[in-house]
């Protein structure tokens, strides 16, 4: 049965901008220390790829029905790879509390200029 599906696009220079202002200040506050190793592996591409989760993270909270502002912390969901590729959901805090037991699913793609997100909750 589904519980929440959330979608988001996401400027991917809209979060360069912001992680150049604020820079370990905001990364911090918005992105697990898994998904910063993970996007500065891309060096030049970063920004793509913190995208996609910043993306990730907003379609997870539509798909809960909480948005980002009621109880929702950024560093309470992180995204992570399997070896073949595959983005997989990682809860922790509040977040796992309550909704860890939905299993998730999660498409993420990007063109130069975007990152998108899509989020299937199942509850099983």
Known sequence: MIFGIGTD???IERIKNIAEKYGDKFLNR???KT??????????KKYVHY???FAAKESFSKA???????????TDIGIKNEESGKPVVE??????????HLKSHISLSHTD?????????ELV
């Open 9 to 11: 696009i996401v400027e």
């Open 30 to 32: 918005v992105f697990t």
């Open 35 to 44: 998904e910063q190793e993970y996007s500065e592996s891309f060096n030049d």
């Open 51 to 53: 995208a996609a989760r």
């Open 64 to 74: 809960i029905g909480t948005g980002l502002t009621q109880g929702f912390k950024f």
């Open 91 to 100: 809860l922790e805090g509040d977040l796992k509390l309550n909704y860890g």
């Open 113 to 121: 200029n975007n990152a998108v997100a899509y989020i299937i909750l």
